[in-house]
């Protein structure tokens, strides 16, 4: 497991940064993509229950203001049940774990002990470039920088909505664990669900063979020293 948490203040770029970087894992990465928030334009797997994030592997998983959603809806011995799953677990899962959180004393303390990279963006005047400072661990100190990075925010700003909640956190005993494998255009179309995530990916994948004919989508494939 890699574990990132983007950190800032409200209107930053955190939600931004965090899906740019689940975007990249999906369309460079070829990562099955989880996240509890809703996605557009990337194929993914919602996670709604306690049970399904406990279940995840092998993907990048996007989890917008993930531990104040935990902090509001679950009682304190799960929370702490949550936390030793991130510990104990799933290291072993070959997950790129994202969070978002306004700022880092929200995140519980040992999580942050394992944390492999915290990052820091910054939007330009009219939101068109954001740069982001990156740290190696939790404690984003000199002696821990390790690059910056830019990238441009038009076409990211169409990969979610940035007034949508994350999706509740179902924690019953017999919440489920089945999962939903979803493509979404844009927030006014109607999303559509497919059996498998292979099946997502595929069209997911054929979708932009189009995008990237348009300009301002181009312009992704070359942020990120790429």
């Not at 899906?19 to 709604?48: A, D, E, H, M």
């Not at 040992?110 to 820091?120: A, L, P, Q, V, W």
Request: with cysteine.
């Amino acid at each position: 497991m890699v574990l990132t948490i983007i950190y800032g203040e409200l209107g930053s770029g955190k939600t931004l940064t965090q899906t740019y970087l689940i975007w990249r894992q999906w369309f460079w990465g070829g990562k099955k993509i989880y996240s509890n928030y809703p996605l557009f334009k990337i194929p993914y797997v919602p996670i709604t229950t306690m049970n399904q994030f406990m279940e995840m592997r092998e993907g990048a998983f996007g989890g917008d203001e993930f531990w104040l959603v935990i902090d509001s809806r679950l009682s304190q011995s799960k929370r702490n049940r949550m936390a030793s799953i991130l510990l104990l677990r799933s290291r072993r899962r070959k997950l790129h774990i994202f969070i978002t959180s306004q700022t880092l004393d929200q995140v519980d303390k040992r999580i942050r002990k394992i944390t492999d990279f915290s990052m820091y963006p910054c939007l330009n005047a009219d939101k068109t470039i954001c740069k982001v400072i990156a740290f190696k661990t939790g404690y984003p100190k000199p002696a821990f920088y390790m690059h910056t990075f830019y990238y441009p925010t038009k076409p990211v700003f169409e990969m979610y909505d940035t007034y949508a909640e994350p999706f509740p956190l179902s924690a019953e005993p017999d919440d489920t664990k089945e999962y939903s494998f979803v493509f979404q255009e844009s927030m006014n179309s109607k999303p559509k669900i497919f059996k498998s995530w292979e099946e997502a990916d595929k069209h997911g994948r054929e979708y932009w063979k189009n995008l990237v004919k348009n300009p301002k989508f181009r312009e992704l494939l070359t942020a990120y020293g790429r």
